[in-house]
């Protein structure tokens, strides 16, 4: 579908399925990170802790590093559950309630063209999705999620007596089902956010700033309201953001990207019109060279 929209870039794009509401908070300058249990996995940062028989549960009491990445293996991995040991949800489940309250997560892909992601995360298909250079400072740290037909298993002793800070990075593993989605995560301290107040499901929102070049290009679903489409357009137009339009693809299952405008201020180059974008400034005067 959209995978020329980084090959002009030098940059390694990094990608984000939002819908429309979002897409303009993220044109306003500000994203969110979210705390590991408002995402739609159950399983989020939650592996499985492996405890002796007789041991009493308390609470855990480690420390992390956000950007540190993972090591190979991690320390107190285990492939079983040793004889005379169990597995405790209680105290995985205690290693998820400090983060929540501890971290916040940015989720990114690698892929700009997954149907599965049009259809979760931008609204099916009437959302957008923002390409971002990830190579700006913004992303340091990030973190690919690791896809893993089992949870990871970790001794106990790893959270009781921890003799360096955790890694966060070694907990970010997700089932294979979830592979399409070619994660990448930037992980941040919530003390490092901004506070909006409550959100959905209970959880405060936390954002940070984005600074504007961060952003490379919007591409905007087959299915985004015309309004929106020329709202967005009016929001990016003097900017140096391009702005694209996934159309249906004439054959298979696929898009292709309609240009609307390019990567620099419409007052120098003019908008993009073609048959599959004009209704976007249909209500506009054209001058006659259009």
Not at 26 to 35: D, E, V
Not at 198 to 209: A, D, K, M, N
Not at 220 to 232: F, S, W
Not at 252 to 278: D, Q
Request: aromatic share 8%; net charge negative.
């Amino acid at each position: 579908m959209l995978s020329d929209a980084a090959a002009g870039s030098a940059s390694v794009p990094l990608y984000k399925y939002v819908d429309v509401a979002g897409l303009k908070r993220i044109l306003a300058g500000s994203i969110r990170f979210t705390q590991p249990s408002a995402f739609n996995d159950p399983f989020e940062l939650l592996p499985e802790v492996v405890v002796p028989n007789d041991a009493t549960e308390r609470r855990l009491g480690f420390s992390f590093d956000v950007q540190a990445q993972r090591r190979h293996p991690p320390m107190g991995a285990l492939d079983q559950v040793p004889d005379g040991c169990q597995a405790s949800d209680a105290m995985s489940r205690d290693i998820v309630q400090q983060l929540n309250a501890l971290i916040g997560i940015l989720c990114l892909s690698r892929v700009n063209d997954s149907l599965l992601m049009w259809s979760h995360y931008a609204d099916q298909y009437a959302g957008a999705v923002v390409e971002f250079d990830g190579d700006h400072e913004f992303f340091a740290g990030q973190v690919d999620v690791e896809y893993c037909p089992l949870r990871p298993m970790r001794d106990v002793s790893v959270y009781v007596q921890p003799t360096e800070p955790i890694p966060i990075a070694e907990l970010c593993v997700k089932s294979e089902q979830w592979k399409y989605e070619h994660e990448v995560r930037v992980i941040r301290r919530l003390a490092d956010c901004e506070d909006r107040g409550p959100g959905p499901r209970g959880f405060t929102v936390y954002t940070q700033r984005l600074p504007p070049a961060c952003i490379k290009s919007v591409t905007l679903g087959e299915r985004t309201p015309v309004p929106e489409q020329r709202a967005i357009y009016d929001a990016v137009k003097e900017t140096c953001i391009s702005l694209a339009l996934a159309a249906i693809d004439h054959r298979g299952y696929a898009f292709r990207r309609e240009l609307i405008k390019l990567a620099a201020p419409a007052s120098k180059l003019g908008p993009c019109i073609s048959p599959r974008t004009a209704h976007i400034f249909s209500h506009l005067a054209m001058p006659r060279d259009f």
